[in-house]
């Protein structure tokens, strides 16, 4: 095999934790001897053991690290965060070589975990599948690069671009758009996300959950933006099901898995930067308009999902304009999908 193959393996392993590493990236390890592979792991959960930890620990015979190579997407960490530096780990079972995908652009380990291994006299190699290992972890990255979460916008639309009927005051609920089998592809979405953001007209409309029930993955973290307070208690926000931050001008305070956080002014730069002073890697907005609409607006948006349903509504609130082809889309069941991406 070659070490492409080996490092596709990596990533391969690495997506089975993407529902719930975040904030830490998806890492996936593998460790060859002689041709062989006598171990693999991938990081499971955040806050436990790591890729290259795990795939130690599937080793039977540890005298077989001695001299063996491990493959890794991502440069190992050289920190003590929840866990131990991976990097030592690698040094004391004697690996004579390190293969690593990319580099971690994160500044507590941007090349101090190379450094340490090369130090230690193993030889490292950089880039293997570089762009495909960047790209798995698209999240993390421009989370470190850019001091903002990942922005990923999802709305379901009508054919002639409708989002919601015109309501009468006192007229709640969903008017689904979308067909049943797209339920479960956006509950996978989101359990893909670190956080997932509203606005209060959506919160109070449509009266959403906003947790993975169709899909088998990890609740986001619940973002509402109510700069009033308008929106009542007894919504589905407030449950218990998944922790909730709400911006607000009014008051800072914790209670339960409710946090509202008093900010100056609820635009999209401010909201950001509370995000990712939280360590939040990734949001999807999902409404309401005006709140896609900021976004497009202000630019800080990376990706866009548009479902479009066969319905008309024929009037309306009218769905957001991204003023750009879609990268690509496709048939899901009754419905089409298309994928935006900011550039």
């Not at 997506?15 to 171990?39: E, K």
């Not at 916008?153 to 689904?176: C, H």
């Amino acid at each position: 095999m070659k070490h492409e193959d080996y490092m596709q393996r990596c990533i391969d392993l690495a997506h089975l934790g993407s529902s719930w590493v975040a904030p830490n990236p998806m890492v996936g390890c593998v460790i060859v001897n002689d041709g062989q592979i006598i171990g693999e792991g991938y990081h499971q959960r955040y806050g436990e053991a790591h890729a290259e930890v795990n795939a130690i620990a599937a080793v039977k015979n540890k005298e077989q690290l001695v001299g063996a190579t491990v493959y890794v997407n991502l440069e190992p960490c050289s920190h003590h965060g929840k866990t131990p530096p991976c990097s030592d780990l690698l040094v004391s079972s004697q690996i004579a070589e390190v293969i690593i995908g990319c580099r971690d652009t994160n500044k507590l380990v941007s090349g101090k975990g190379i450094e340490k291994l090369l130090r230690a006299g193993i030889k490292v190699q950089e880039g293997i599948l570089e762009t495909e290992c960047r790209l798995l972890n698209k999240r993390f990255f421009n989370f470190h690069e850019k001091g903002r979460p990942y922005v990923i916008l999802k709305w379901a639309q009508t054919k002639d671009g409708y989002l919601d009927r015109i309501r009468s005051n006192e007229e709640k609920g969903i008017n689904w758009i979308s067909c049943e089998e797209t339920k479960a592809l956006v509950h996978k979405w989101r359990s893909q996300e670190h956080g997932i953001l509203v606005g209060k007209h959506t919160a109070m409309n449509d009266n959403p959950t906003l947790t993975v029930r169709e899909f088998t993955g990890r609740n986001p973290i619940r973002i509402l933006i109510d700069s009033q307070l308008q929106v009542k208690e007894n919504i589905n926000l407030y449950s218990d099901d998944a922790p909730t931050i709400i911006f607000n001008r009014l008051k800072d305070e914790k209670k339960d898995n409710i946090e509202w956080v008093k900010i100056k002014e609820t635009s999209t730069k401010t909201i950001l930067e509370e995000l990712y002073k939280r360590n939040i890697t990734s949001i999807m907005v999902e409404g309401g308009s005006r709140t896609l609409q900021y976004f497009i607006i202000d630019n800080v948006w990376d990706e866009a999902y548009v479902i479009v349903g066969d319905v008309l509504f024929h009037e309306g609130v009218k769905a957001p304009l991204l003023n750009r082809v879609p990268s690509h889309s496709h048939p899901f069941g009754t419905d089409t999908i298309y994928y935006f991406k900011r550039r």
